[in-house]
């Protein structure tokens, strides 16, 4: 389950832009080793700096962390072998995700959303009061969280149980939306469900979000989760 109390109070601490310097240091191994490095002076260490790639738009990705700056504040995450990012997220095999985004419209219905989409405060407590009292899906009672500098909720997402996909709006449900005049962020599937955790970058909305298409196993549940967790914001030196 994408449940909130995997983490007590999910904090996470702030770390700097990946930046390390490697050097190599050498060891004599004996006597005779030691004099032979006196004799022929080794050549001077080397330092090789190495930096957080931004994530691609698109495609395979290596595992690794990755700087995301589609925020005000940046963010690292960091993915195992076999995810692909997708611009806005990252995913596995479709069949579990991670994404990011910025919400700006709440449905009143996530069923009958078309005509229904309502504009929210950019705040975490507007946006959960928001999903909280959408109609045809479930949500659990938020829990507070603080990620680095900044706020806000985390939650869990769900359709409601009797929830024909064929019966709403262009056969999906809308979650909500980053524009007035159509869904930005659906399911097409009433198995998708997620885990949803918003906060406060300064006067910014930002929602990350860790869920499955579809039943999955616990092992792609806990990588999925991990990768959801692994993300830190950037503090700017």
Known sequence: MWTSSRRSGATHRTRSPLA???VALLACAGFAA???AAETPAPAPTAETETTKPLPATGAIDAG???VYGF???FEV???DGWESFGWGVLKDWEVFVNFLSPGYVPTDACAWQNALVAVDPSPEAFVAAMTAQASTETTPPVEVVMGDYSGFEFDYSVENGININDCGKEHVC?????ATDCTRGYSMVTERETERVLDLNGELALFAVGEFQSVTDELTEEA???FDSIEFVREE
Do not use: I
């Not at 979650?175 to 524009?179: A, I, M, T, V």
């Open 20 to 22: 390390g310097v490697v």
């Open 72 to 74: 005000t504040a940046p």
């Open 225 to 227: 989760r991990a990768v």
């Open 34 to 36: 030691c004099t032979a």
């Open 65 to 67: 962390t990755y700087v």
């Open 175 to 179: 979650l909500w939306s980053e524009q």
């Open 78 to 80: 960091t993915v195992p």
